[in-house]
């Protein structure tokens, strides 16, 4: 029992910042689990979707506020809680369709002109319509921030399954978004961690890019020949 009281206690635990502003630990280990996750995605490697699932059922606690958190000040973010169930849902999908990539490791490629144009629709008029739905549900001001960084992650997290290489240039548009709104409503660890996230994601897009040009155009080495022709040959000839 009372190793299981240290776990609860460990999980609703929390450390005061300067100014008196907390932060849940759980915040921290659950983007530490996303960190890995995403280093596991730039690798292409398929352990990257268990790892990030381990995080998003972490930072899911958090981000119901006040619902499971003991400090009652924090308020409640919908759409960055509603994402982690959709990055469970997406990593699930993601999670079978690396294993079977042929190879067993995904190639990079860009998506379809039509695949672009859908994703740029369903940034917007997902983010317009969730902002009303949202903002009934209570969730933090400026609510269209919250929606915007929703419907990107999943959008994001779609694309990495199906390995477009632009899925990083979402994840861009997302920090931009999410960075200022994960400060104001006093999330600090996540805010820091989208701040990293934005140089990581720029040199993960570099990283698939030059990965998807090498698929592109192999290096073919040839075997040596086995009956090498000798200079002797030609004046036997």
């Excluded at 280093?39 to 381990?54: D, N, S, Y």
């Amino acid at each position: 029992m009372d190793l299981l009281q240290w776990f609860v206690d460990a999980f609703n635990s929390n450390w005061t910042l300067p100014g008196g502003q907390t932060l849940l630990v759980r915040e921290v280990v659950g983007n530490a689990f996303g960190l890995a996750s995403a280093l596991g995605g730039m690798r292409r490697k398929i352990w990257a979707w268990p790892v990030g699932i381990v995080g998003n059922l972490l930072l899911l606690t958090v981000f119901l506020g006040s619902a499971l958190s003991p400090d009652p000040s924090l308020p409640h973010l919908l759409g960055q809680a509603g994402r982690q169930i959709m990055f469970i849902a997406v990593a699930i999908y993601g999670w079978v369709r690396w294993r079977n990539a042929e190879g067993g490791r995904v190639v990079p490629k860009w998506a379809p002109t039509g695949a672009r144009v859908g994703l740029v629709i369903v940034m917007v008029v997902g983010t317009v319509a969730l902002t009303p739905l949202f903002r009934a549900l209570g969730s933090w001001e400026p609510v269209w921030a919250d929606a915007w960084t929703f419907v990107g992650s999943l959008l994001a997290t779609y694309g990495m399954a199906k390995g477009w290489t632009e899925f990083w240039l979402i994840w861009i548009a997302v920090d931009v978004v999410g960075v200022p709104l994960l400060f104001s409503s006093g999330y600090y660890a996540t805010g820091f961690m989208y701040v990293f996230y934005g140089v990581f994601t720029a040199v993960g897009f570099v990283i698939w890019w030059r990965a998807q040009r090498s698929a592109a155009h192999p290096v073919v080495i040839l075997p040596p020949d086995p009956n090498p022709r000798r200079p002797e040959d030609d004046e036997l000839a």
